[in-house]
T-cell receptor, first 113, second 112 residues
Framework: KAGVTQTPRYLIKTRGQQVTLSCSPISGHRSVSWYQQTPGQGLQFLFEYFSETQRNKGNFPGRFSGRQFSNSRSEMNVSTLELGDSALYLC????????????FGPGTRLTVL | AQSVTQLDSHVSVSEGTPVLLRCNYSSSYSPSLFWYVQHPNKGLQLLLKYTSAATLVKGINGFEAEFKKSETSFHLTKPSAHMSDAAEYFCVVSGNTDKLIFGTGTRLQVFP
């Protein structure tokens, strides 16, 4: 079974731009969660989508948004990029029950200049 | 609310010696607990998880962890370290949602 895939793997943007990251979950998984990993803040939960609806949300500003499509693929968008948005963005998929294991993709490394 | 505390930011061991990575948790609910490993420039891989079944949980690559409710601990152990175990390890808790709460990580170094 194919794992979680994320595209692109690397991105370089400048301040003020916006960016869209994509995540394709494991086949049959209906939940996709997004996390931000930085050296200073560690791994932080952004949001989770289940059946095209945002089910959980972390403590990030509204510049961070996401959506999920009917095939469970998810996109994350960051508008008006700031230097502090430079991070590894990880997505994880699961079947959707909170006891299920979340499987992580390799991440998208975003650098904001 | 849930939280995890990883008691050591760095652990160094010699190859062939035991590994102990310590984790304490706090949870309002009966928690699910996980250990994930992250190798350099890679995503996160699940080592093992506890979800209120057996308190001693066996994972991949010879790792295991014991859930101790009285001590609110979920320490990760391995009898004999291998060079390939060098990585960052995260203790993780979830309550009754899909939101995972990560510890700050423990970097494991393995010396030959």
């Amino acid at each position: 079974k194919a794992g979680v895939t994320q595209t692109p793997r690397y991105l370089i943007k400048t301040r003020g731009q916006q960016v869209t990251l994509s995540c394709s979950p494991i086949s049959g998984h209906r939940s996709v969660s997004w996390y931000q990993q930085t050296p200073g803040q560690g791994l932080q939960f952004l949001f989770e989508y289940f059946s095209e609806t945002q089910r959980n949300k972390g403590n990030f500003p509204g510049r961070f948004s996401g959506r999920q499509f009917s095939n469970s693929r998810s996109e994350m968008n960051v508008s008006t990029l700031e230097l502090g948005d430079s991070a590894l963005y990880l997505c994880a998929s699961s079947r959707g029950d909170w006891t299920d294991t979340q499987y992580f993709g390799p991440g998208t490394r975003l650098t904001v200049l | 609310a849930q939280s995890v505390t990883q008691l050591d930011s760095h652990v160094s061991v010699s190859e062939g010696t035991p590994v102990l990575l310590r984790c304490n948790y706090s949870s309002s609910y009966s928690p699910s607990l996980f250990w994930y490993v992250q190798h350099p420039n890679k995503g996160l891989q699940l080592l093992l998880k506890y979800t209120s079944a057996a308190t001693l949980v066996k994972g991949i690559n010879g790792f295991e962890a014991e859930f101790k409710k009285s001590e609110t601990s979920f320490h990760l152990t391995k009898p004999s370290a291998h060079m390939s175990d060098a990585a960052e390890y995260f203790c993780v808790v979830s309550g009754n949602t899909d939101k995972l709460i990560f510890g700050t990580g423990t970097r494991l170094q393995v010396f030959p």
